[in-house]
């Protein structure tokens, strides 16, 4: 056994998975110099001093009272913590919000009304992962996925036995719906409950009307954070709701290693946000990575760009494009590499990522294919 080796550094277990604890960087057999964080560089400029947080855009901002994703996860990595404690961490104050109707406690239902959520995560110095897809009644499932990698030694719990393993391990059910979810839910079910993800058969085609109004119906949204430490070790994590109104046991790219997120300790981590259906089917994050890992690698917003560009080619169905031929829907990858360069990419201009670099976090904007109005 190597990198997480002795698993006595999850003294952890339930106490730890319900709060704020984490296993520290020694016990990782990771040393970490502190550092303050210095000058950064763009997002797709030259390496960045480290260590850097970089998540999509709600990793930033929230309730004024509770502090910010990646200002946590920056925090606790300068007081010691894990980059994979510090991702985890960051992302479970977004699970918690209930304001925050992509992810964790008061995300979107299903079509049945029942909040599912999935979440996976990576830890570059060990190349492991753990996720769970399908998980009910529970508020934080990346904290249940990184008890995936640290108590198990399998890579993906889904449904009935990834709640079970929450449960042995501490973790509180309770119900995810809140009073808005419901209402929104119930509203879709009441106005357009006719139009869902069920596809009469042979026809993968629908009337570019009917394709226009699903559209609006079906939110996305979730919450990807990946992080690098002084050292150079990265790990990351996402976490979501998944799309809305889905098929019940539908499963998007946030727990899928190599679509939702992927990382590689000697090269980087990515990780996408949007529609799941085209980030698996391109293996996005993967792409990525592999792609920033070339000789000469891409920086990581072009390799976001890349990403984007193998969706558009490979959409190939009219119902899911514009009347230009283009994707009708919203993708965004995030990226950073082990020397802290940074950048994320969209299909369309407009979005924006969050970033704590050089001693500052802030949202900046993405790179993209289309601008707006093109
Ligand atoms: N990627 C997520 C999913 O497809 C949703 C999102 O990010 O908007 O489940």
Partial sequence: MSGFTRREFISASAAAAAGAAGSSPAALGVVLPRQEPA????????????????????????????????ELAMELMLAGKDPLTAVVEGVA??????????????????????????????????????????????????RVAKLVLERTDHCLLVGEGALRFARAHGFEEMNLLTEASRKAWLKWKENHSDDDDWLPEGSNEISPQAAADRAWRHTFGTI???????????????????????????????????????????VGA??????????????????????????????????????????????????????????DFGVIFYAVRKDGTFGAASIQEGPEFAVFAGGKARREKCAFLYPKGS
Avoid: F
């Fill in 93 to 142: 104050l977004v699970e918690a919000d209930p304001n925050d109707q992509s992810v964790g406690y008061g995300g979107l239902p299903n079509e049945d009304g029942v909040v599912e959520l999935d979440a996976s995560v990576m830890y570059g110095p060990s190349h492991r992962s753990g996720a769970v897809a399908g998980l009910q009644r529970i508020m934080h499932p990346s």
């Fill in 270 to 327: 990515a990780g996408s946000t949007g529609r799941g259906e085209a980030v698996i089917q391109t293996c996005g994050a993967h792409t990525i990575v592999e792609a920033m890992r070339r000789d000469p690698g891409l920086s990581p917003a072009d390799a976001c760009k890349e990403a984007c560009q193998r969706i558009v080619d490979k959409t190939k169905l009219s119902r899911l494009r514009t009347k230009e031929g283009r994707p």
């Fill in 39 to 70: 000058a950064a560089a763009g997002a797709s400029g030259a390496a960045a001093n480290l260590p850097v947080v970089i998540a999509s855009s709600n990793g930033l901002g929230g309730p004024p009272a509770r502090k910010s994703c990646v």
């Fill in 224 to 266: 990807n954070c990946c992080a690098v430490s002084a050292a150079g070790d990265l790990a990351g994590v996402t976490t979501t709701s998944g799309l809305s109104w889905k098929i019940p046991g539908r499963v998007g790219d946030s727990p899928i290693i190599g679509a939702g997120l992927y990382v590689d300790n000697e």
